[in-house]
């Protein structure tokens, strides 16, 4: 009970009083509720208080305990509301960690592809092919600019030449833009198109006509 009473009153009914109020201390209420049970005559003084103050508590709105609703979910639902474990909190915070950082990964730009280091322009005469070659990084891409398909029963194949070396076939064209494994080449190098039997020159070396070559050229 609080030392000094607000009203001279006696300390049976001062504690009443308190108690109504709701001024005491923990140990205190327990006390004054732990008499209530067995003392008839300070029950009694308690529900006078009550009484004399209900006027009072008429005035205001009823408000719960601000701890009342999560005692009721924690009854209702007490997986729920248990507090996880440190290692629980501490997976959920390396998940978010994860989360944000592979969304900043997703944000950043895509790296840049390679810069061409070699390009050739090849056509050749009384052909209407025109293909552009660049060679970027580890890739080589092959781009058809005019001409068609190669006739029924035919194929282009391309070859890369270096000086008078026997060409070297790097595959069958089989569509109007293709990029493949760049291969060992240089400044001057040739890339040429020859039509060939369907599936390549056999043996392969090359047979048909060149319709399409240029050499290779540093940028």
């Known amino acids: ?25 923990l140990a205190e209420r327990s006390a004054a509720e732990s008499r209530l049970r067995r003392d008839p005559a300070f029950a009694a003084l308690v529900n006078d208080w009550q009484n004399r103050l209900a006027d009072l508590n008429d005035d205001y709105a009823e408000a719960p305990a601000p701890n009342l609703l999560p005692q009721i979910e924690a009854r209702l639902f007490p ?21 944000i950082g592979a969304a ?21 005469e009384a052909s209407p092919l025109r293909y552009t070659a660049a ?39 089989s569509q109007a833009s293709v990029t493949i494994p760049a291969p060992k080449a240089a400044a001057g190098y040739v890339l040429a ?9 056999p043996d392969g070396k090359p047979t048909g006509p060149i319709v399409a070559a240029g050499p290779l050229a540093e940028i």
């Open 135 to 173: 060679i970027a990084g580890d890739q080589l891409t092959l781009t058809r600019v005019a001409g068609t398909d190669a006739e029924a029963g035919k194929d282009y194949e391309l070859w890369i030449i270096e000086g008078d070396k026997a060409p070297v076939s790097l595959g069958v064209l």
């Open 193 to 201: 198109i020859t039509l060939e039997p369907k599936g390549g020159g």
């Open 1 to 25: 009970m609080t030392s000094t009473p607000a009203f001279d009153l006696p300390e049976d009914e001062a504690l009443a009083a308190e108690y109504v109020l709701g001024t005491l201390d």
């Open 104 to 124: 900043a990964f997703m944000m950043l730009p895509p790296p840049a592809p390679p810069a061409p280091t070699m390009t050739a322009e090849m056509s050749a």
């Open 79 to 99: 997986q729920a509301t248990a507090k996880p474990s440190r290692w629980l909190a501490w997976i959920g915070g390396a998940v978010t960690a994860a989360a």
